[in-house]
């Protein structure tokens, strides 16, 4: 490919809005641009190392027996609707309405529905199982947030392998096999991945492991424990909560006098000179349906929005309350009381580190007091009572009682899901057994998504000057760069041999040349100058030496 052919061209500047290394070296790179908030279109560069990535994957389907088929991306709402996930993935998924038949159909966010309905129809026998099937195809998800670049986006290809086994025996070998393979799939893109245990979410099911890369700006966060291995993501991680001021007697309930002005927890501390988790914090959220929720917890700790939608069952979204809301049922901001509203839409959740903690200071807030010595039980209760938080920096682990954990922050990669007869019992998908009885399909589901992918192997191979590819994945093993004519017989003579090379053959400044090849991150790049003589300089875009050799020793390398 001649670079002054090639559509899209290397920019230095970016908008101020990309925060990700890879989403700055994607766009200065000439590789994608954004045409919506989170809706990105790859530029011939991008398109390049996105058939690449799929290639390696597929590779890998078929390799453990997967067998690849195509879908359409409009899926009759009907199948989504008959395990609810229509409600459960609520503003998420993206729906459409046939305007000739008034029928609904659901923008493709996943595949678990469409594939459990597609087997069933086969009435599989225990002879066919298991049943391996995978795709390729774009997914739409209205995330509340696109950011990222390519990391988080609303629309994106993404591979989907699903699994159909008899019995817990075999899906346990399934679940190991498609797991094993997705750290294969993992190595084969030169990237490093940790398991972890993970949260099914929106998508039901038993459990679940997220392949997860460490990476500062990471969106996610991972939990380690430093002696017993234990890896979960936030959602899921666990710990051992202390129990908050345990060695003091329970006193009697008082409200102090307390200024107006000294509100925060930082404020709290500041005038009782007392430790933050002595605090009640209250977080309002309100739901898609309707219901305002009041999670209450002690004030070192944070709410964490997964575990409180998962306590509670919740569909869709939690929202932070607005002011209006909070006005709503006659609270106001700083001033929310853990207790005593009579409205029915509130939901009362506390965590378990205020059941356990003594002598709380705080709950119910007034322009000039608030209560001291507050017990749970005694004085309040909520409605449920969960693990809805973050696990802090430092906590005790619930694996082994012992170790410490260590909070690092990630990008998944890639997900795997066991799922039991989640799918196919709503959707009476069965398989014929030797007694000839029919049982229930027990179903896995596995999924990486292409351009994030592209995203965490930049995120893994760059340096300050640019992007540094991975041969396998990289848009052409060879950039050229001729300075002098022979640049062109170079050119010819690779790509006689079929090789993959990009061409600087612009008029451009040879510093600016080099400033695109080290930008675009090609693995090699080869210079033809008067100073190479009827030689090629060979540099590899890691190391900082090179070496002259003849074009024949190229070809034969
Ligand atoms: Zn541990």
């Known amino acids: 490919m001649r ?7 290397t920019v230095r500047n970016i908008p101020a809005s990309t925060k990700l290394v890879s989403h700055k070296l994607l766009y200065k790179g000439g590789y994608i641009r954004e045409i ?37 991306t409009m899926h009759p709402k009907a199948i989504w609707q008959k395990t609810g996930r229509d409600k459960v993935w609520g503003k998420g998924l993206m729906t459409v309405k046939d305007e000739r038949t008034n029928q609904e159909f659901a923008l493709a966010a996943t595949g678990e529905g469409l594939f459990t309905e597609m087997v069933k129809e086969f009435k599989p026998s225990y002879r066919d199982l298991p049943i391996y099937l995978h795709q390729f195809s774009q997914k739409f998800r209205n995330e509340k947030r696109a950011r990222g670049g390519l990391v988080r986006i609303r629309e994106f290809l993404m591979k989907d392998a699903y699994s159909f086994d008899a019995d817990a025996t075999s899906f346990a070998e399934t679940y190991k096999l498609f797991y094993n393979s997705y750290e294969q799939i993992a190595r084969d893109l030169s990237i490093e991945v940790i398991p972890v245990e993970a949260d099914n979410g929106a998508l039901g099911g038993d459990y679940s492991h997220e392949f ?76 898609d349906e309707g219901k305002i929720i009041i999670a209450t917890v002690v004030g070192n700790l944070d709410v964490n929005e997964t575990k409180l939608s998962r306590v509670l069952a919740l569909n869709g979204d939690l929202e932070v309350a607005t002011d209006e809301d909070l006005a709503s049922f006659g609270a106001k901001s700083g001033y929310v009381h853990s207790w005593g509203y009579d409205d029915p839409r509130i939901i009362y959740v506390a965590d378990e580190s205020v059941v356990k903690a003594r002598n709380l200071y705080g709950g119910y807030k007034t322009e000039t007091t608030d209560p001291i010595n507050v017990n749970y039980s005694r004085d309040f209760k909520a409605d449920v009572v969960g693990d809805i938080v973050d696990t ?98 170079v050119y010819d003579r690779l790509l006689g041999e079929k090789i993959e090379v990009l061409f600087d053959d612009r008029d451009v400044s040879a510093g600016e040349k080099f400033a695109d090849a080290d930008l675009i991150g ?36």
């Open 3 to 9: 670079y002054s052919r090639l559509f899209g061209s």
């Open 36 to 72: 919506a908030a989170g809706r990105y279109t790859l530029l011939p560069l991008g398109a390049r190392v996105y058939q690449k990535v799929v290639q390696i994957i597929d590779n890998r389907m078929t390799e453990l027996g997967s067998q690849r088929v195509f879908t359409p």
């Open 212 to 287: 997860m890369v460490l990476a500062d700006y990471g969106e996610d966060r991972v939990i380690q424990c430093d002696s017993c291995g234990y890896s979960a993501n936030m959602e899921k991680a666990v710990f051992i909560r202390e129990e908050v001021n345990k060695d003091e007697e329970i006193k009697e309930y008082k409200v102090a006098p307390l200024p107006a002005e000294v509100g925060t927890i930082k404020e709290l501390v500041a005038h009782y000179n007392l430790p933050a988790e002595r605090f009640i914090k209250n977080v309002v959220y309100k739901t």
């Open 392 to 489: 802090p920096e430092g906590a005790k682990c619930a694996r082994c009682d012992k170790g410490t954990l260590r909070i690092k922050r990630a990008i998944e990669f890639g997900h795997v899901f066991s799922y039991g007869d989640f799918y196919s019992k709503p959707h009476n998908a069965t398989y014929t057994d030797k007694s000839g009885k029919n049982q229930y399909l027990l179903m896995g589901a596995y999924g990486i998504g292409v351009e994030r992918t592209m995203a965490i192997i930049v995120e893994a191979h760059h340096d300050e000057k640019g992007i540094i590819w991975p041969e396998q994945v990289a848009p052409f093993k060879y950039h050229l760069i001729g300075l002098d004519q022979r640049g062109l017989d």
């Open 522 to 557: 090609c693995p090699i790049r080869l210079v033809v100058s008067k100073k190479t003589s009827d030689k090629v300089e060979v540099k590899k875009r890691d190391e900082a030496g090179s070496l002259l050799i003849s074009v024949d020793q190229l070809l034969e390398s």
